[in-house]
């Protein structure tokens, strides 16, 4: 059971970055090279900030853990500020999300992915 839970979340991880690259390759691909490669490291430096917070505050010390919320602080606001600046935007099945909105998405799911397990000490 907690193998399936914890392949769950890989494979949520994996379809997320998935989509990453592959909508902002679309977007270079189409001329908005920008905006596209703001969406291939917006949502991926969102999500890494996330994940570092998370494995800080399960194993970290206190000063580890202040440091990963400073520097998970910035790390956030440069991809949320990236896709910000460059208008970057996806649309999924009808459905239009702004970047910032997708950047969100990549803070939770690298909230959630992490676990104590995926930690390398």
């Known amino acids: 059971m907690a ?16 989509m990453s690259i592959a909508m902002g390759i679309s977007a270079i691909v189409k001329g908005a090279v920008y905006p596209g490669i703001s969406g291939i490291v ?21 000063s580890q853990t202040l440091w990963s919320l400073a520097s ?3 790390f956030a606001a440069v991809g949320f500020g990236l896709v910000y600046h460059s208008g970057y935007g996806v ?10 909105a997708w950047c969100g998405i990549g803070l939770i799911i690298g909230y959630i992915v992490t676990n104590r397990g995926s930690m390398l000490l």
């Open 42 to 62: 917006g949502p991926i430096l969102c999500w890494w900030s996330a994940s570092q917070l998370k494995g800080s505050l399960l194993v970290g010390t206190r």
């Open 91 to 100: 649309r999924i099945f009808s459905v239009g999300l702004t970047g910032v």
């Open 3 to 18: 193998f399936q839970r914890g392949m769950m979340r890989v494979a949520l991880l994996y379809i997320y970055m998935l």
């Open 72 to 74: 998970a602080i910035v």
